[in-house]
């Protein structure tokens, strides 16, 4: 897409996100040329109520002949969404899989607010799940994350956001990017979004 019809699409996207996702979803962090721009999400039900995630979109020079290339920077714990350690919040959403040039950037933020809502535990991308867990296990999890709990041996920062508090101020930023929430505890240096615990000899 020449750069005409993607500050185009670009914008229409900034007028529209709030509408689309009921008040669910904001821009952010975006530049001169959007080829890469954030989009916050904050699920108003379901099982991640009330959770901030952050998604990074990074468009292809020829988008859209090509999919955006979507990642989550939140530590998440969701079948669909691998954020651990060196797999840098791969996400499996059929719309990208299956792209066609006649999709849009607001028909992906779409699909992330289904994939937050009907999460698909039959055919898990993360490493925690198994595919025979069963759903009353999988939800207590999911709550015990979002609380800043430790699951699978892993540490989730709390993230939660207040009722009213709106999903995010839409913001522009020329070279900034987001940054992993969490790292890692051995060596403090940034690999992931998750921290494994991991027990220390005396």
Known sequence: MKYSGLAQEFHQLLRSVDRISAGQAAVCDWGEAPLTFGVHIVPRDGLYRNGRFTFKFSLHDQYPQYPPR???LTNIYHPNIDTVDEYEGEICLSLLDEWQPTFTLE???I???FLLYHPNLEE???PFFEPCMNWEEFAEKVHLSLQG????DYVFQRNQVEEKEPVAMVTRSSNQEPVAMVTRVTNQEPVGMVTRVTSQEP
């Open 70 to 72: 979507v990642v989550c």
């Open 107 to 109: 028909d992906v933020i």
């Open 124 to 126: 898990p991308l993360s």
């Open 111 to 113: 699909g992330l607010l």
């Open 149 to 152: 709990g430790v699951v699978e």
